[in-house]
T-cell receptor
């Protein structure tokens, strides 16, 4: 099973809302990632978790708050977003951070009004 | 900083023909390369990878070629099918520091014509 699942598939939120994105994998991977992807652009790395600890934050604004409750789950908490934050948010996982192959989920399409 | 780039943003091929998608990279320390396929509305899907100690690797209908001398990577798709229509990203990874994270190229939109 090489599946990474993400919920919800689509999300519309206002700039004052608080929402969360969820990601789950049951492959025993110990590295999990959040990427942001704008239309017709490649994915951009936001955060890396290694063994449930945040190891990389690519200077992401604090209105994005990641959380890794356990080795299978990764959340991204959203608060006071801006319209320019509208994008596809992708979760990925790999065996460990040094492992080459990352497996991606289907993404959450976020629209901020 | 280092970057991974693609020669062409779009590519159209006839169904049944072979497709070649090219990618240039600039980080000579990169030691791993990977191709992803991303269909509309979906996440990137692993296609094939290659390490820097190889120059060719074959999968089912796909071949990746690596030319380290000119820092060039290509993906060849044999007998292209309508289901191959997607955006294809190359990505590279180094062995240390921030280069250990995947760096994606800008993507090529492949359209298969009937």
């Amino acid at each position: 099973d090489t599946e990474v699942t993400q919920t919800p598939k689509h999300l519309v939120m206002g700039m004052t809302n608080k929402k969360s994105l969820k990601c789950e994998q049951h492959m025993g991977h110990r590295a999990m990632y959040w990427y942001k992807q704008k239309a017709k652009k490649p994915p951009e790395l936001m955060f890396v978790y290694s063994y449930e600890k945040l190891s990389i934050n690519e200077s992401v604004p604090s209105r994005f708050s990641p959380e890794c409750p356990n080795s299978s789950l990764l959340n991204l908490h959203l608060h006071a977003l801006q319209p320019e934050d509208s994008a596809l948010y992708l979760c990925a996982s790999s065996l460990w951070t040094g492992a080459e192959t990352q497996y991606f989920g289907p993404g959450t399409r976020l629209l901020v009004l | 900083g280092e970057s991974v780039g693609l020669h062409l943003p779009t590519l159209s091929v006839q169904e049944g023909d072979n497709s070649i998608i090219n990618c240039a990279y600039s980080n000579s320390a990169s030691d791993y390369f990977i191709w992803y396929k991303q269909e509309s509305g979906k996440g990137p899907q692993f296609i094939i990878d290659i390490r820097s100690n190889m120059d060719k690797r074959q999968g089912q209908r796909v071949t990746v070629l690596l030319n380290k001398t000119v820092k060039h990577l290509s993906l060849q798709i044999a007998a292209t099918q309508p289901g191959d229509s997607a955006v294809y990203f190359c990505a590279e990874k180094g062995s240390s520091g921030s280069a250990r994270q995947l760096t994606f190229g800008s993507g090529t939109q492949l359209t298969v014509l009937p």
